[in-house]
């Protein structure tokens, strides 16, 4: 999970870097979530296969705070309440 968490807070680095970066990703969980976050469509959180992935996804994309709550992972829970 701490990998996860690293993709997390290293994500809006790679988000101004463009939508086209995304497509570089090998990881299709990884691929999909950056390329929701970059082009704000939160329907590509719904291929997520990890459910926290899924849930730090919809949250950011949607601006539902309330969805990090679904997020079982404490440490991953903590940094998706962050950005709020």
């Given at each position: 999970?701490?990998?996860?968490l690293v993709l997390i807070l290293l994500l809006p680095l790679s988000v101004s870097a463009g939508p086209s970066d995304c497509y570089r990703i090998?990881?299709?969980?990884k691929r999909a979530y950056c390329l929701a976050t970059a082009q704000g469509q939160k329907s590509r959180c719904y291929s997520i296969k990890d459910s926290d992935?899924?849930?730090q996804c919809l949250a950011e994309v949607g601006q539902q705070k309330s969805r990090c709550h679904s997020i079982k992972d404490k440490d991953a829970r903590s940094?998706?309440?962050a950005k709020f």
């Open positions: 999970m701490v990998k996860w090998k990881d299709p969980d992935s899924r849930q940094a998706c309440l």
